[in-house]
């Protein structure tokens, strides 16, 4: 059960950044290949800055979701002693 919660809580917390990524990764070589232009540069700044504004902006949530998983992890301690 543990093990569960904990994939899901990761699952929860990574994905506005990858997601995010992945969009402008995608968008990003779709110009590349429009343009044929070859710059290994041009990934990773747009990347860099999208990801640092999706924690920005989902940085609360993120934070909210792995408190409320270690107040869990804890209540499943005690219910084990119990």
């Not at 499943?76 to 084990?80: D, F, I, R, T």
């Given at each position: 059960?543990?093990?569960?919660d904990?994939i899901?809580?990761?699952?929860?917390?990574?994905?506005?950044?990858?997601?995010?990524?992945?969009?402008?990764?995608?968008?990003?070589?779709?110009?590349q290949?429009?343009?044929?232009?070859?710059?290994?540069?041009?990934?990773?700044?747009p990347k860099?800055?999208?990801?640092?504004?999706?924690?920005?902006?989902?940085?609360?949530?993120?934070?909210?979701?792995?408190t409320?998983f270690g107040?869990?992890?804890?209540e499943?301690?005690?219910?084990?002693i119990?």
């Open positions: 059960m543990i093990m569960q904990a899901y809580t990761v699952l929860e917390v990574a994905l506005p950044a990858i997601l995010v990524g992945l969009v402008i990764g995608i968008i990003i070589s779709i110009f290949a429009a343009t044929q232009v070859n710059e290994q540069t041009l990934t990773f700044v860099i800055i999208g990801i640092f504004v999706a924690i920005l902006i989902f940085g609360g949530t993120m934070v909210t979701n792995l409320d107040y869990r992890v804890y499943y301690a005690l219910a084990a119990m």
